[in-house]
């Protein structure tokens, strides 16, 4: 076992060589089908392009976009001369889209038409107005001095912007020497890849991740679920977040297997991919694994191929881990623990642990991995069974936040170690659980109670769907105890019900003053629930309620 230290461009062109006609990127619901060396070629078509337009060794790439078939052609095409990939959350709104092209100094910017309930399109001509009246590589813009190209990733044209088959084609005018020689130039130590952390608080910072962290975190994370190059996976997690472009990609990557995209999550679609092309590997946050199950055509499909897969971009309920092995055939489903700044997987719940071990822990650490669970009160590491701060150190710690070294001192200390924000312990074992985080915690009248433990609980009532529990203001006590409920289809659930199965079996300050029932809780484009906002939402139903909290 070792750290490799090649570069994602010299990844790619190892299996274009090795293994050339061996499918490597495939959408099944239109049947378009890449194999590695069709898609080298058109990588170094994008890459030759991008060279056309001014993009060389360090320079910032913004992708907007869901998981269309050319966002990994950007990302390796990029990281083949040497210029860096940022990644833009699909649920960006203009205000949000501004702050990260001027923070991030984005060059050429990639988009699509948008989703959801924004166009892409409009937004940037708002964001940069003198798009309209200028030639395709002359912007000059004002406000984003920084920012020379857009470029729509399709057919399409649009005043001011480049198109996807405009770039491949003056790819295909340069030189193949000239990209030889930026390619010598990229170190697997360079950044190449800044993705914006998603700001549940604060101002969102990007955080500079470099080859030898993505491919090496991609390569453990697929030892750990016994890859081989016969894996297909199943991706419908997003691409601009850590799961999808590392755990995911970062792990086919290095393989050498197959990628099954899914552009927009749809559990239909998911469902009727794993189906058509036998995949054996699936990865989905919580919510992603429970849409699926609960589709009302979900027993039409054959999933009995998949073996393995990754639970993980939330605390992931010990019940319905045991049902996604039950119900959707994936025997050894694992989970992942780590965030963005940790490239991101810190431990792993592999194949060879016990399936109790799987569902109760998030594993023990990755390979060339330090973790430490320390005090967050003294700065002292906490012997077995007491909670902490999970700290990690190692290969796979960021380079640093963009331009922002006092938040980059923040979150790595003096010693090296990457400071989570997240409470864990560690068992007898070696084992690890996350508690929660520090900011969730709730204080309740000088008792700490950790929401994971009752949302755990809360999982073992018949009806519930989904659990959150979080804050609630409170006069007398600092704050409440909220339980956020989404209920299973046609069930009927009551404050009262949920709370007679609280009595008697959880201590009294931990039973939920405050039952909501809601539809869906507030997200992050990358799956991440916002509890934070939570807190505000409680606040919200209760005046609509007449209450005032006591």
């Given at each position: 076992?070792?750290l490799?230290?090649?570069t994602?461009?010299?990844?790619?062109e190892?299996w274009?060589e090795?293994?050339p006609?061996?499918?490597?990127?495939v959408?099944?619901?239109?049947?378009?089908?890449f194999s590695?060396k069709?898609?080298?070629q058109?990588?170094?078509d994008?890459?030759?392009?991008l060279?056309?337009i001014?993009?060389?060794k360090g320079?910032?790439?913004g992708?907007?976009?869901?998981?269309?078939?050319?966002?990994?052609?950007?990302?390796?095409?990029?990281a083949k001369?040497?210029a860096?990939l940022v990644t833009v959350?699909t649920?960006?709104k203009?205000s949000e889209l501004?702050?990260?092209?001027?923070d991030a100094?984005i060059?050429t910017?990639?988009?699509?038409?948008g989703v959801?309930?924004?166009?892409?399109?409009?937004?940037v001509y708002e964001?940069v107005?003198?798009?309209?009246d200028s030639?395709?590589?002359?912007l000059?813009?004002e406000?984003?001095?920084?920012?020379?190209?857009i470029?729509y990733?399709?057919?399409?044209?649009?005043?001011?912007?480049?198109?996807t088959?405009?770039i491949?084609?003056l790819g295909?005018?340069?030189?193949?020497q000239?990209?030889?020689?930026a390619k010598?130039?990229v170190d697997?130590?360079d950044?190449?890849?800044?993705?914006y952390?998603?700001?549940?608080?604060g101002?969102p910072?990007?955080?500079?991740l470099?080859?030898?962290?993505?491919t090496?975190n991609?390569?453990f994370?697929?030892?750990g679920?016994?890859?081989?190059?016969e894996e297909?996976?199943?991706c419908c997690?997003?691409?601009?977040?850590?799961?999808?472009v590392v755990?995911a990609?970062?792990?086919v990557l290095?393989?050498g297997?197959t990628q099954v995209?899914?552009?927009?999550?749809?559990?239909?679609?998911?469902?009727a991919s794993?189906?058509?092309?036998?995949?054996?590997v699936?990865?989905g946050?919580p919510?992603?694994?429970?849409a699926?199950?609960?589709h009302?055509?979900?027993?039409?499909?054959?999933l009995t191929?998949?073996?393995t897969g990754i639970?993980?971009g939330?605390l992931c309920?010990?019940?319905?881990m045991?049902?996604?092995?039950?119900?959707?055939h994936?025997k050894y489903?694992t989970?992942?623990?780590g965030?963005?700044e940790?490239?991101p997987?810190?431990?792993h719940?592999v194949?060879?642990d016990?399936?109790e071990?799987r569902?109760?822990t998030?594993?023990?650490?990755y390979p060339?991995t330090?973790?430490?669970?320390i005090?967050?009160?003294?700065?002292?590491?906490?012997p077995p069974?007491?909670?902490g701060?999970?700290c990690?150190?190692?290969?796979l710690?960021?380079?640093g936040?963009y331009?922002?070294?006092q938040a980059t001192?923040?979150?790595?200390d003096?010693n090296g170690w990457?400071h989570?924000?997240?409470l864990g312990v560690?068992?007898?074992r070696g084992?690890y659980?996350?508690?929660g985080?520090?900011k969730?915690?709730?204080?309740?009248?000088g008792e700490?109670?950790?929401p994971r433990?009752i949302?755990?609980?809360?999982?073992?009532?018949d009806?519930v769907?989904?659990v959150?529990v979080a804050a609630?203001p409170?006069?007398?006590y600092?704050?409440e105890?909220?339980?956020?409920?989404?209920p299973?289809?046609g069930v009927a659930?009551?404050d009262?019900l949920v709370?007679?199965?609280?009595?008697?079996?959880?201590?009294?300050?931990?039973?939920?003053?405050?039952i909501?029932?809601?539809?869906?809780?507030?997200?992050?484009?990358?799956?991440?629930?916002?509890?934070?906002k939570l807190?505000?939402?409680?606040l919200?139903?209760?005046a609509q309620?007449?209450i005032?909290p006591?």
């Open positions: 076992m070792k490799h230290d090649k994602i461009g010299q990844w790619i190892h274009a090795t293994t006609d061996k499918e490597f990127l959408y099944s619901d239109r049947d378009l089908r590695w069709t898609f080298n058109r990588v170094d994008m890459a030759k392009g060279m056309a001014g993009v060389k320079t910032h790439v992708i907007w976009a869901t998981n269309v078939p050319d966002w990994l052609t950007f990302l390796y095409a990029g001369v040497g860096i959350n649920s960006y203009q501004e702050f990260l092209v001027k100094d060059h910017l990639c988009i699509t038409e959801f309930d924004g166009s892409y399109i409009d937004m964001m107005p003198e798009l309209k030639q395709r590589g002359f000059h813009s406000r984003f001095p920084e920012l020379k190209n470029v990733i399709g057919q399409e044209k649009y005043r001011g912007m480049y198109n088959p405009e491949l084609l295909r005018n340069i030189d193949d000239m990209l030889e020689d010598s130039q697997c130590y950044v190449v890849n800044m993705q952390t998603s700001g549940t608080t101002f910072k990007g955080v500079m470099t080859h030898h962290n993505i090496n991609g390569y994370t697929g030892m679920m016994d890859f081989t190059s297909k996976v199943c997690v997003p691409l601009f977040h850590c799961f999808g755990l990609s970062m792990a290095t393989y297997c995209m899914v552009e927009r999550f749809d559990p239909l679609v998911v469902l794993v189906h058509k092309e036998r995949c054996t699936l990865h946050v919510t992603m694994f429970i699926e199950m609960n009302p055509m979900f027993s039409m499909f054959d191929s998949l073996r639970m993980a939330s309920p010990i019940e319905l045991r049902s996604v092995t039950e119900k959707m994936v489903i989970s992942v623990y965030l963005t940790s490239s997987g810190m431990t719940s194949i060879a016990s399936f071990d569902c109760t998030v594993g023990k650490e060339f330090e973790i430490a669970v005090d967050p009160e003294t700065g002292e590491e906490c069974g007491v909670q701060e999970m990690c150190r190692g290969y710690v960021m380079k936040y331009k922002n070294p001192a923040e979150v790595i003096k990457l989570s924000g997240d560690k068992d007898e084992y659980r996350i508690t985080r520090i969730d915690m709730i204080i309740r009248g700490n109670i950790y433990e949302e755990e609980f809360l999982y073992h009532l009806g769907q989904d959150q609630v409170s006069k007398k600092g704050e105890v909220g339980a956020f409920i989404i299973k289809e659930l009551t009262e709370r007679d199965f609280c009595r008697g079996k959880i201590a009294r300050h931990k039973i939920p003053k405050y909501f029932f809601v539809d869906t809780f507030p997200m992050t484009g990358s799956g991440k629930i916002q509890k934070f807190k505000d939402l409680s919200q139903l209760l309620q007449g005032e006591v």
